[in-house]
């Protein structure tokens, strides 16, 4: 974790803002929590910089149209006409699995999934498939999502002559501090899987500490600490979609690597 003069140090030298339309340009995107915070602003960029189709997957069609017909077309000035919006929920392995299934038939091609969705909740709830909420949610879920759904499409666009240059197809998978409770889990999960997998095309990525609504559950007493936290040694949502956004453009040279700050650590 950074130290406190190093969080002061970077919430006051953000990362550059990706302008560079042509390695996302007629890309097919997929954002999960597109609706708000990291997932938004990530889609934003994208959009922005010439992605085509972006698919916006929420929980309700009502949040998807308003983030893609309302907030996104009026900051980016796109043809609302390059997205897809799909809804599923991570509380659900069947959605889960529903919505992985529409995806993979109506995109020929995946060159990059964002998944962003994830809660942080006070108390203590179960989802309906019997496990700890938050733990389905920003864990099992996400892995399933994109380590075992997903991941082989990715493979395949990968593998195609359909992606030109240097463009390397990418999963990013949210982790951050929103979800300390189940982090050690996330951890676990995520190296099994890569061992299952056998894969090792892997890099690890900082966009540093972001105020976005996760936290809008929490008691009014925590939620001024965090107010203040974040002033002090946090970046907006939007600053801190540069760096996601750009690690996706990263090639092989990334792997194994750590990306924060636009640069790679020794």
Known sequence: MSSPNELFWAARHPPADPTT??????????????????????????????ANPLTLAVRTPEKGAAAAKGAIVAATGCSPDIFIIETFDLASFSSVQAFAERVIARVPALHVVQARGGIA?????????????????????????????????LQETSATTAVAGRFVPHLSIVNSIAYVEVKLEWIAADET????????????????????????????????????FYFIFGRSAELGSRTLVSATDLGVESLGRFWTKDEFLP
């Open 21 to 50: 339309t042509t390695p996302f340009h007629n890309k097919t995107i997929l954002v999960t929590g597109a609706n708000s915070g990291l997932g938004h602003d990530a889609a934003t960029k994208y959009a922005s910089l010439g």
């Open 121 to 153: 909740i006070p108390g203590f709830g179960r989802s309906e498939d019997g496990y700890e909420m938050a733990f389905q949610v920003n864990v099992l879920a996400n892995a399933l999502l994109g380590m075992l759904l997903l991941l082989p499409k």
């Open 193 to 228: 899987l890569i061992e299952r997998i056998n894969d090792e095309k892997r890099f690890d990525m900082n966009s540093q500490y972001c105020m976005t609504n996760m936290g809008r559950n929490h008691p009014l007493v925590l939620r001024l600490f965090m107010v203040v």
